[in-house]
């Protein structure tokens, strides 16, 4: 059985990554993203990159990497996911970087692990492992492209076999369009020939699945953290906040709200850690876990932050208040990687069971 539990090195990594977002994030940046999305965020990942090592977690040791594995990565995005920092961690270090890794790569994977460089995988923001059609002209919308200084472009040859090939900046034309959620922009992404090869047929096939796979399990983890800081800012907003001469959190209908939504997120929490676990032992049944975990806390990480707009009431409606940063990043988040409809769908063929 997987062990849902939190080692003590996890825990030292989650205090180490709080603790420099702390430093060099705060609530009012994520905010102004949505006024002024040129304004220059690069300085956090280059706080987690250089300090912490982040932007090689996944990348093996002999190539200059950290080693680490899923479950580490989930603490990460945890802490990312309660910020709803501006960073490439899920669509470089996590996405990228397992396509490359998986692909066999050597060439590019030691400048991601050292931060020089970031990457992004040319799919659409949709797509899903199992669910994805080969790059053909522009593609849109793409995660994690505008900045990005290789994009990973899988492609069909001739005879319809998949080539996954490594693109340059100057060999790509990527235009923003409008997102929802500014903390993680997308672009439109047209490549415009060349790049090199690193992988063909299965291969290539692989190393793209592997990636979404990657990305569908631990983007459930940055949906728990954002849950939870929806959940924790609540709670200390109902201690406060008086009505009627009492703190509103005194009051029963509050008090069952915070309850279920409570509960809900301990199922969350144990959904993304079993996800990161199956993904860190590549259990057989890792693909029945990652689809749970999507169908599952997607719609867990909307709730919380809907939640958390009602109940913060008059104030919560507000630009200024943070709140509406996560609800924007959850329902980003819901519709990333395969909506929870059809990650369900996906589930009921894993189990053989008849999908409606």
């Given amino acids: 059985m997987t062990d849902l539990l939190y080692t003590d090195v996890e825990e030292s990594l989650r205090s180490s990554v709080r603790a420099t977002l702390q430093r060099s994030l705060d609530d009012g940046l994520v905010a102004r993203l949505f006024d002024e999305p040129q304004t220059d965020v690069s300085g956090i990942w280059q706080a987690l990159a250089g300090q912490l090592g982040l932007a090689g977690l996944l990348v093996p040791e002999s190539l200059g990497g950290l080693g680490a594995g899923p479950r580490e990565a989930a603490v990460v995005l945890e802490e990312l996911g309660r910020t709803v920092a501006p960073t490439p961690f899920l669509t470089s ?3 990228a970087t397992t396509a490359l890794v998986t692909a066999g790569d050597e060439q590019d994977l030691p400048r991601l692990a050292t931060g020089e460089v970031t990457a992004a995988l040319v799919l659409p923001w949709t797509a899903r492992s199992g669910a994805w059609a080969p790059a053909s002209g522009t593609v849109e919308p793409v995660a994690g492209a505008l900045g990005a200084d290789l994009l990973l472009v899988p492609t069909a040859g001739e ?3 998949v080539s996954l090939r490594v693109h340059g900046r100057d060999e790509v034309q990527t235009e923003a369009i409008t997102s929802l959620d500014m903390s993680r922009p997308l672009a439109r992404v047209t490549p415009l020939g060349g790049g090199r090869e690193i992988a063909s047929g299965d291969r290539a096939e692989q190393a793209v699945d592997a990636a979404l796979g990657a990305g569908q399990a631990l983007l459930a983890s940055e949906q728990l953290g954002l849950a939870q800081w929806c959940l924790e800012t609540t709670v200390e907003y109902a201690k406060t906040r008086v009505q009627f001469a009492r703190p509103i959190g005194s009051f029963q209908a509050i008090k069952h709200r915070l309850a279920d939504l409570y509960l809900l997120l301990v199922n969350a929490q144990a959904t993304a850690r079993h996800a990161a676990g199956t993904l860190a032992e590549g259990d057989p049944d890792r693909h029945i876990a990652q689809a749970v975990a999507q169908a599952f806390c997607s719609d867990a990480a909307v709730r919380a932050a809907e939640e958390a707009l009602q109940l913060h009431g008059g104030i919560g409606m507000t630009w200024e208040h943070p709140v509406h940063t996560r609800l924007k ?14 990650h369900r769908a996906d589930l009921a063929r894993l189990v053989d069971l008849p999908a409606h």
């Fill in 93 to 95: 270090a996590v996405i």
């Fill in 159 to 161: 005879g319809g076999r």
């Fill in 329 to 342: 990043r959850a329902k980003s988040d819901q519709l990333a990687l395969g909506t929870p409809e059809r």
